[in-house]
């Protein structure tokens, strides 16, 4: 998890170092202020996960600065600390939004108590106002699955992002599991303790887009009676995982990006900037470069969020996993609805390795739902498997996103499922050696012993 950073302000240099010392020593960031408005201009710049404030500064005291200082961001703990203890006193910083309220001569383990305690009271509310904002993910997936050299690759390029900072821009086809990977890097990633908030920006209007991204505040708009926290703020020192991002309106992207740079937004209707820290995982299956070319989509955005790209690739490249896959896929849906165990015979993995998968993850395990639905018994065989016709009224059999080694992959074992996985036959309608055919076979994946 990433290192919490305190603000302290104090204008006596030794209480200064011994607390910038002891706190560092115990695993928190530190930055320092001396004067009231050294601490504003510190605290408009940067994001802090609570502050300790003299009461007596040199040109003012905690009383008049607290307002301020709650004005740009209510959410931060602020802890007092003063040599009078007076009760009046401690009853006023408590109403202006003191957290705390410490008696100097300061004992430092106390502090130390009481600063864990406020930041983990402030990560709780967050996880509370995450679950309130969005429904929250479901049950963790390995999103690599297999044994292929692409899906290796994909492990270790994740592994990478995982370990870094910079927004990440996952791209691969519908199906693909693009939105299990973003969960697998926020959960191996230094944000892990925090939320992790999603949205897909391809199911709402450009107006329901800004007030779930952004929020806004009572009356900015007809039918506003509440305040709605936004997106990005509840996932604050968390993670943002836009998919879809290629639908995003035109008019969205540069707050997004001001957001991501300047680490600071604006709820609908408010006059004064938030700030946010949040990482940003974007993905879609539409190539955002050409998209850039068409003036679909902001250059400086795409230059943002591209600085990782982690491509995964579609089922039809790692058909060798497709075994190991389905039968755990198999596991989960006899499991969910409370069947006993079940697998699947040679004749129906050889007819799923054959198969194209234009829906590719999605569209597998719909195979195997319905497939589940009409066997009684504990085997699914090959004749149990349909592979529905697309939306459109038939089998999508060429796409004008694949190559033309992929194409002819398609077209191969198209031949070949509709031979029933005869090699004989299907080299005779391809007009090649059925030697030749095996080695096509063993180039796409697929276990030519099957056939």
Not at 46 to 58: E, N, Q
Not at 80 to 94: E, F, P, S
Not at 421 to 432: E, Y
């Amino acid at each position: 998890m990433a290192k919490a950073k305190i603000l302290v302000v104090d204008d006596d240099e030794i209480i200064l170092f011994a607390l910038k010392d002891y706190l560092e020593l115990h695993g928190y960031s530190v930055d320092e202020a001396e004067t009231c408005a050294e601490a504003e201009i510190r605290y408009r710049a940067d994001v802090y996960d609570a502050v300790t404030l003299d009461y007596s500064l040199p040109d003012g005291n905690a009383l008049e600065l607290l307002p301020k200082l709650k004005a740009i961001d209510d959410g931060v703990p602020i802890i007092l600390l003063t040599a009078h203890a007076r009760i009046d006193l401690a009853v006023q910083a408590i109403q202006l939004g003191a957290e705390q309220f410490l008696v100097k001569p300061l004992d430092l383990p106390a502090l130390l108590v009481v600063l864990d305690r406020v930041l983990e009271n402030q990560q709780n509310r967050r996880k509370q106002l995450a679950r309130k904002s969005v429904d929250q993910p479901q049950r963790a997936v390995d999103p690599f699955i297999g044994q292929s050299p692409a899906i290796r690759r994909l492990q270790e390029q994740s592994q990478l992002a995982a370990a870094t900072e910079s927004p990440i821009l996952i791209q691969g086809e519908t199906g693909t599991g693009k939105s299990e990977l973003a969960r697998w890097i926020h959960r191996n990633s230094s944000r892990s303790a925090e939320p992790l908030l999603e949205l897909n920006c391809g199911g709402f209007s450009k107006e329901l887009l800004d007030t779930e991204l952004f929020g806004h505040e009572k009356g900015a708009f007809t039918g506003a009676t509440a305040v709605k926290v936004g997106l990005l703020e509840a996932a604050h020192r968390g993670t943002v995982f836009l998919d879809e991002i290629g639908d995003m309106d035109l008019q969205i992207q540069p707050k997004i990006l001001k957001a991501l740079e300047e680490k600071r937004f604006r709820r609908l209707g408010e006059v004064q900037d938030r700030k946010v820290d949040f990482r940003l995982i974007a993905a879609t299956h539409q190539k955002l470069d050409q998209l850039v070319q068409e003036q679909q989509f902001r250059s400086d955005l795409f230059y943002r969020i591209s600085a990782i790209q982690i491509a995964v690739p579609p089922l039809r490249e790692r058909a060798e996993d497709i075994p190991v896959f389905a039968q755990i896929l198999l596991n989960r849906l006899t499991s969910d609805c409370g069947r006993a165990a079940m697998r699947l015979s040679e004749g129906a993995l050889a007819k799923l390795q054959r198969h194209v998968w234009p829906g590719n993850i999605r569209e597998l395990r719909n195979v195997l739902e319905r497939a589940l639905m009409g066997v009684k018994s504990s085997v699914i065989e090959a004749e149990d498997l349909d592979f529905a016709v697309s939306p459109g009224g038939r089998q999508p059999e060429t796409s004008t996103h694949l190559t033309l080694r992929e194409l002819e992959r398609q077209y191969v074992l198209k031949v070949l499922g509709e031979e029933d996985g005869h090699v004989g036959r299907a080299a005779q309608r391809l007009d090649i050696p059925r030697s030749t055919l095996y080695q096509k076979l063993k180039a796409y994946g697929s276990d030519a012993s099957k056939f």
